[in-house]
């Protein structure tokens, strides 16, 4: 206890207590005491007010022109989000007025035709009979067997997912087995569709799929069916189906409304006109032993023209005259 009573009552160390007893002696004022350091001293506050004045002067008038600079700035910047804006809703305007042309024209056609095309061509919405094709993710991985493992070489880490392969070999198989129009959980194919992954996700167009993946298809159900688990499509939903537990099943459909694909624009080529026909091909020249017989030089038969070749649509050049 005594130890502890001596720390509390004799806290600073005696060489402490001294020195600050023989700064006190000395003073409190840090001012230089000859007048060459005061003469200094003072020089050196002289020139930081200067300097501190400067300054301020220089902002002072600064500040006009840096304020107008921003204000310029600013109007810019709302001048061009104004302009931005108009060009937005000039381009809603004429989608929208495409859009009802398009809609007129494909509802004024006597025959059909514009219509059909738009719904084959997937910018239209299909109705009619055709198969349903669900796809599910297995729960866990499957137990594999005595198979061929058609992913083997794609290195898939989690075999018991769906893989965007896997769709592609789907949707091959459905147009394979006939089918006339396709969509993936409600998104349309076309032409221009892609199936691709992106990290662990499935994107058709661009658009994100959330499994299970029901896929469509326009077509007559029954044979569609059969065509489609008889062909290559078929026979690869089996094998992931027996090697990772990933579940298909397939079921005809007497009604099917497939939507239109977004972001695809129909474009209908006219017939071209007719090109005209060349004249009728002269006679060919006679043999040079006939033509040293003839009366005179203009007297002999004249050359046939030269042949032109057109492209057919094959591809192949075929000689007309």
């Known amino acids: 206890m005594s130890l502890l009573t001596t720390v509390m009552d004799h806290s600073l160390d005696d060489g402490y207590a001294e020195a600050a007893r023989a700064r006190g002696a000395e003073g409190r004022s840090r001012l230089p005491a000859t007048a060459k350091g005061r003469l200094v001293l003072a020089l050196g506050l002289a020139?930081?007010?200067?300097?501190?004045?400067?300054?301020?002067?220089?902002?002072?008038?600064?500040?006009?022109?840096?304020?107008?600079?921003?204000?310029?700035l600013v109007s810019r910047v709302?001048?061009?989000?104004?302009?931005?804006?108009?060009?937005?809703?000039?381009?809603?305007?004429?989608?929208?007025?495409?859009?009802?042309?398009q809609a007129q024209a494909l509802q004024s056609g006597d025959d059909g035709g514009v219509a059909q095309l738009a719904a084959q061509a997937g910018t239209g919405a299909i109705t009619g009979p055709g198969i349903k094709l669900v796809i599910e993710e297995a729960s866990g991985v499957g137990s594999g067997g005595n198979v061929s493992d058609p992913r083997?070489?794609?290195?898939?880490?989690?075999?018991?997912?769906?893989?965007?392969?896997?769709?592609?070999?789907?949707?091959?198989?459905?147009?394979?087995?006939?089918?006339?129009?396709?969509?993936?959980n409600g998104q349309r194919l076309t032409a221009l569709s892609a199936i691709r992954a992106a990290?662990?996700?499935?994107?058709?167009?661009?658009?994100?799929?959330?499994?299970?993946?029901?896929?469509?298809?326009?077509?007559?159900?029954?044979?569609?069916?059969?065509?489609?688990?008889?062909?290559?499509?078929?026979?690869y939903l089996k094998v992931v189906q027996d090697s990772y537990g990933i579940r298909s099943t397939v079921s005809a459909q007497k009604s099917l409304t497939l939507p239109a694909a977004l972001g695809v624009t129909l474009r209908v080529a006219g017939t071209p006109s007719p090109e005209p026909s060349p004249g009728p091909s002269q006679p060919p020249a006679p043999p040079s032993s006939q033509a040293a017989k003839s009366p005179s030089p203009s007297s002999g038969a004249s050359k046939s023209p030269r042949s032109t070749v057109k492209s057919t649509p094959s591809g192949t050049g075929a000689a007309t005259p």
């Open 47 to 72: 020139l930081a007010a200067t300097v501190v004045t400067v300054g301020a002067v220089n902002t002072q008038e600064a500040a006009p022109v840096l304020a107008q600079e921003r204000d310029a």
């Open 199 to 235: 990290g662990d996700a499935i994107l058709v167009d661009n658009r994100p799929l959330v499994p299970p993946y029901t896929l469509l298809a326009i077509g007559d159900g029954p044979r569609l069916a059969q065509a489609f688990q008889d062909n290559e499509g078929g026979h």
């Open 78 to 101: 709302n001048d061009a989000n104004k302009a931005a804006d108009a060009l937005q809703r000039q381009v809603e305007k004429d989608r929208d007025r495409v859009a009802d042309a």
């Open 152 to 184: 083997n070489a794609e290195g898939f880490a989690n075999k018991g997912r769906v893989q965007d392969h896997d769709l592609q070999y789907a949707v091959n198989g459905l147009w394979l087995a006939g089918a006339e129009a396709v969509s993936v």
